[in-house]
């Protein structure tokens, strides 16, 4: 009984130990597939620094694009050391596994020892049979004869229990071995990692010495930015008002109800199938890093100074194309002097607007299809890279863009 009970409690220690490891194996892959996207959005974004490095002059895109580098590399750095935590919580467990193995083992050898030392003291088969035939029935010596039986099969299995248990002993060494090499390596990329960040502060303490400098021109930016945003915001409420006051027109003309913003069957489909989207819709470009983030926001540089933001800016390439999140169709295509051109798209109760395009490819009133080309985005002529800027409203509500396209930019 006490055998069975020993042999109980290993069996369930062993399942759990093996379940905790298979638990640290689906956390280690999305940690790993966390840190890859980190990555390559850390690859993107310096290679967008290295653009921007070349101009003469510092600027607050340039400073901002550090900014993001800064903040995904400190993301990196603390999701390596969820890692290493795994790895050391991984490394304790096969430790105990270890260890319970190391006893076992153990225990099964005193006991085998224990069995052939006393099957070479009543090594002669003389004694065993003189046992069996000494029996007082034919029903005791079928018993006596059995026990032999049972006894070599234990024994045999004794044996077969101490290989097993001594080649799974031997896996976990491997295993253990095996983890704390990977631990090793992801402490060294740690370390490479933290003198990175240590590199990008210091850079990011030189971009805004520089841009101290320049602070009367930077608070004239600030304000002619704050100027065409209000009225970028005044012209799409109107325009959004238009299309409720068109769509009330023909709610009526249909017979149908007038109240908030009447849509069509179709319409209302639409609208839906944009709103269970959320969170999965396309970026507007192809390729690109969130660097100015909706809400507000101090400014990088100016002190007691906050900045509104309707949408979230995206750094991308100089000269990328904008791309459509959503299906749709073209409200509006407006042209704000100083700021490009801005395409406003439909989608049921929703609008997405998209900013500082130089050219567009679309006109009021078309059809647009999800990641549709909308134009060609505007290069400063100081700047190596183009901003693309993304509202989100429903109906005349803001909403947070980045609550609302993937993640991370998929293509």
């Not at 369930?12 to 980190?38: A, D, F, H, P």
């Not at 319409?267 to 396309?282: H, Y």
């Not at 400014?299 to 750094?315: F, R, Y």
């Not at 997405?352 to 909308?374: P, R």
């Amino acid at each position: 009984m006490k055998e069975y009970l020993f042999k109980r409690v290993l069996s369930i220690t062993i399942v759990l130990l093996v379940g905790g490891l298979t638990v640290y194996s689906q956390s280690k892959s999305e940690l790993q597939k966390k840190k890859k996207e980190l990555q390559k959005e850390i690859e993107y974004t310096n290679k967008l620094i290295k653009q921007t490095s070349q101009s003469k002059q510092a600027s607050i895109n340039q400073l901002q694009r550090i900014d993001k580098q800064i903040s995904t590399r400190q993301e990196l750095i603390n999701t390596m050391e969820a890692e290493i935590e795994l790895i050391n919580d991984s490394i304790t467990k096969t430790i105990n596994l270890i260890d319970t193995l190391t006893k076992d083992i153990d225990q099964l050898k005193k006991e085998y020892a224990a069995m052939i030392q006393s099957a070479y003291v009543n090594r002669s088969s003389y004694n065993k049979f003189m046992y069996i035939f000494s029996s007082a029935s034919y029903n005791q010596a079928f018993k006596r004869l059995k026990y032999f039986q049972q006894y070599a099969e234990y024994r045999k299995k004794q044996a077969e229990s101490i290989r097993s248990k001594q080649s799974e002993y031997d896996q976990q060494l491997l295993l253990l071995e095996a983890i704390k090499k990977s631990k090793e390596g992801l402490l060294k990329a740690k370390l490479n990692e933290k003198n990175q960040l240590t590199n990008e502060k210091d850079r990011k303490v030189n971009v805004v010495n520089e841009l101290k400098g320049k602070e009367k021109n930077l608070r004239r930016q600030l304000q002619e930015k704050e100027k065409a945003a209000k009225e970028i915001s005044k012209a799409i409420a109107r325009i959004i008002e238009e299309e409720i006051r068109k769509a009330r027109e023909a709610a009526k003309n249909d017979g149908r109800s007038t109240k908030g913003f009447p849509m069509t069957p179709e319409a209302i489909e639409l609208s839906n199938s944009f709103a269970a989207n959320k969170g999965k819709l396309p970026w507007p470009v192809q390729e690109g890093v969130i660097t100015a983030q909706y809400g507000e926001h101090p400014h990088p540089t100016l002190k007691d100074v906050k900045v509104q933001n309707n949408g979230i800016d995206i750094s991308t390439t100089k000269a990328n194309t904008g791309r459509s999140v959503f299906e749709g169709t073209v409200s509006r295509v407006i042209i704000i002097p100083g700021e490009g051109k801005v395409v406003m798209i439909r989608h049921g109760e929703y609008f997405t607007v998209y900013f500082y395009f130089k050219e567009v490819f679309v006109s009021a009133g078309d059809k647009i299809d999800t990641k549709q080309k909308l134009g060609v985005l505007i290069s400063e002529d100081d700047e190596s890279s183009s901003i693309m800027h993304l509202e989100i409203w429903k109906v005349t509500n803001k909403m947070n863009p980045e609550e609302w396209i993937f993640k991370t930019n998929k293509n």
